[in-house]
């Protein structure tokens, strides 16, 4: 029987180790996601500030960003530089990061 207890607790804690690194796993693929919805958003922002596409800066940011999951909670633009704050809900935690994209200075 001593056996089977130790097979037992090696058994569950591989489950455990296993389940805490799905979910570390799956919160930097959440993280990356998210800042690929800023990334994008800011620069379709910033497109749309300078012609070069059609569109309200804001609305195409918030357009991008939602092909990501993300909502946009700010965006703000100066004259052509954008900078959009985007978010994403994880579970019970809400996931937030911004970007600016924009001519080079």
């Not at 620069?43 to 070069?52: E, I, R, V, W």
């Not at 939602?66 to 809400?94: K, N, Y």
């Not at 996931?95 to 080079?104: C, E």
Request: proline fraction near 7%; hydrophobic fraction near 55%.
């Amino acid at each position: 029987m001593p056996g089977t207890m130790a097979v037992t607790g090696i058994v569950a804690a591989a489950a455990l180790l296993t389940s805490g690194l799905a979910m570390a796993g799956a919160a930097a693929v959440a993280g990356q996601r998210l800042a690929s919805a800023a990334d994008a958003g800011a620069l379709a922002a910033a497109d749309a500030a300078s012609g070069a596409v059609p569109g309200i800066p804001c609305a195409r940011a918030a357009e991008v960003a939602g092909t990501f999951g993300a909502v946009v909670d700010a965006c703000d633009l100066d004259e052509l530089v954008a900078t959009i704050t985007v978010s994403l809900q994880l579970g019970p935690v809400t996931a937030r990061t911004s970007a600016r994209a924009g001519p080079p200075p």
